[in-house]
């Protein structure tokens, strides 16, 4: 599985980083894609040196009219993970629409709209697999982030029907619900409680374990998928008294 071309969406971010450089040996290829430059040059020569080949895409994913060109640069990957998000300043999109449109716009229509072209071309092919990385932050509403969970549900939930569809093509699509993880997302939050805390290496392993046993859905650290079952069965009536 890991010797067919893999395509990294985001390929800047921390954890993207991580599960890149721990796949990176001699024979790997990687499409790597990502809108600064600069950043993405370094990230291909660590992968260069480590023995990968890699060729390198720049695109402003929040611009869905590339999304068409961007595809056809990394059409000859097989494998697919989707990593690019931004966190949503939630106190600035109750009061300024186009913060929260901003937010939709990277976190749920930029990740469906390539969904949207790989999944016609992986069914067609009968291979290859796609990894989404969405978030518990889309399991349920919070105060405090819900027009970033907004889009994390919406994606999830669409990789649930999509996952649906392509299984009878054999294309394997695993959707990532990370929970706190200390990258530059999150470098202005206290690392409090530590313990709900992983790092990018961390959850980076958790990826590849994941995708190369074809699971559906991972939470990632595991337990997450505890607190979330926990947190999902509070009933509304409590639930929205609460400061989350
Ligand atoms: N960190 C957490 O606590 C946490 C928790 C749950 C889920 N997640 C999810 O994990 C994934 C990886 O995030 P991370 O923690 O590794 O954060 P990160 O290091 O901040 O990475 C975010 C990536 O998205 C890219 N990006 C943002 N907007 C973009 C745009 N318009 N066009 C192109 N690229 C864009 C960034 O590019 P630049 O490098 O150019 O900025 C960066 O590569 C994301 O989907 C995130 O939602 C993270």
Known sequence: MSQS???IIGATSGVAQCV???LATSGVEFYLVARNAEKLSQVAADLTA???TVHEVVAELAD????TSLLANIEAAEHY???HSSLTDQDAAKTDWQVAEDSLNVNLLSPLSLLHGLANTLEQSGSGSLVVVSSVAGDRG????YWYGTAKGALSIHCEGLRNRLMKAGVPLMTVKPGFIDTAMTAHIPKQPAILWAS???VAEQIIKGWQKNKDVIYTPGFWR???FIITRIPEAIFKRLSL
């Open 200 to 202: 990018p290496e961390t």
């Open 5 to 7: 071309p893999i395509a």
């Open 226 to 228: 505890w607190i979330m």
């Open 64 to 67: 869905l009219n590339e999304h």
């Open 20 to 22: 890149a450089r721990q």
């Open 142 to 145: 919070r105060a405090s982030n």
């Open 81 to 83: 993970f989707i990593f």
């Open 50 to 52: 480590r023995g990968a």
